[in-house]
């Protein structure tokens, strides 16, 4: 009778990290667009704007998982003929509910001229994100 209770109690000691991680590493996933991002037309966030660069933003796209997190796969080309370090606050991803905000830290070399392609973290929302815009005028 004694060794039921221990299997029982072995059985719940291994299953429960397989329970956990199975949710901490939620799939990532595309976000399916169905407008154009150039046809948003929400109010301009003073308090959270991009720091100017000298990068152009080719292209990007929304990503997520079921928790809400989202993320962009942004590509991105050096204007310049020398190395750039981008920081966060370089980006600003805008959510359907029209807020603003910067991804998480992020420190991403550039090499001359180069064109890279990477995943910007901008945290938990209930709203997905429709855009990433940049300042390099």
């Given at each position: 009778?004694?060794?039921?209770p ?63 997190d ?7 080309q ?60």
């Amino acid at each position: 009778m004694t060794t039921r209770p221990i299997l029982f109690a072995m059985l719940i000691a291994l299953a429960s990290p397989m329970a956990n991680a199975a949710t901490a590493g939620e799939v990532v996933t595309f976000d399916r667009f169905v407008i154009d991002p150039e046809e948003l037309f929400f109010e301009e966030d003073k308090r959270i704007r991009p720091d100017k660069t000298f990068i152009n933003l080719r292209n990007f796209r929304a990503m997520s998982n079921p928790n809400g997190d989202r993320f962009a796969l942004v590509t991105v080309q050096n204007q310049l003929n020398s190395k750039l370090i981008l920081d966060s606050e370089e980006f600003v991803g805008v959510l359907a509910d029209g807020t603003h905000r910067y991804p998480r830290e992020i420190d991403i070399s550039l090499d001359a001229a180069r064109t890279r392609t990477f995943v910007l973290d901008f945290g938990n929302s209930r709203f997905p994100l429709v855009k990433v815009i940049i300042e390099n005028g």
